[in-house]
């Protein structure tokens, strides 16, 4: 793990993997709840967790040691998994099939029997990239992305499934669509799912 100062009051960690972003993430967001931290965002990436508004940076490289070699965050206070309801008719279903070596019902067993976590967010607000697929099931992007993706799309890239929060342009593989809001400025907070959730998928009738 690599800690660089990012500006007067935050710490960029460098990290080796996404199993590596989530303890510190998950020791960072324990130790802020226990006021042992004060930090005013903590935002995990694919590689890399940013704490701003820290009054003491230098004290992040003292306060993950100790974390170490302590016992592992309580899970108490943690969030309720969440449930998204999909129905499996997307356009690329029957090739994700292909590429698991399984037909349509597989990949539903799959995609609902995975219990998924939020990882970060980004691309657009209310995207959520999603862990939890065994390696067997990680599938590479289309070789031609779509020029517009419909708002609810149930996706799979690389290591992660997805929702489209909003229609946009995208290359993952679609499998679903989901009537689920991802993102709603009346809602607080907007996003449905935020770093660190469970989220599990059920099929819709």
């Not at 799959?110 to 976590?117: A, K, L, N, Q, S």
């Given at each position: 793990m690599r800690i660089r100062r990012a500006g007067p009051s935050a710490v960029l960690l460098e990290v080796a993997d996404t199993a590596a972003v989530f303890a510190a993430y998950d020791l960072l967001t324990a130790a802020r709840?226990?006021?042992?931290?004060?930090?005013?965002?903590?935002?995990?990436?694919?590689?890399?967790?940013l704490i701003d508004g820290v009054a003491e940076p230098d004290r992040i490289a003292a306060l993950l040691?100790?974390?170490r070699s302590a016992a592992p965050p309580s899970a108490a206070g943690s969030p309720p998994t969440i449930e998204i309801p999909v129905r499996y008719d997307g356009e690329d279903l029957d090739d994700v099939a292909r590429l698991w070596d399984t037909d349509r019902a597989g990949v539903v067993a799959?995609?609902?029997?995975?219990?998924?976590?939020v990882a970060f967010c980004g691309f657009a607000p209310g995207f959520a990239y999603?862990?939890?697929l065994d390696p067997r099931h990680h599938v590479p992007r289309r070789a031609s992305p779509r020029t517009r993706v419909p708002a609810g799309t149930v996706a799979l890239a690389g290591p992660y499934s997805g929702v489209y929060p909003v229609a946009s342009p995208g290359g993952w593989q679609c499998i679903g669509r989901t009537a689920a809001i991802l993102f709603d400025l009346d809602r607080d907070p907007p996003a449905l799912l935020s770093p660190g959730a469970t989220v599990r998928f059920v099929e819709a009738p």
């Open positions: 709840a226990e006021g042992t931290l004060r930090a005013s965002e903590i935002v995990p990436a694919a590689r890399t967790v040691e100790t974390g799959v995609h609902t029997g995975t219990e998924f976590r999603l862990t939890g």
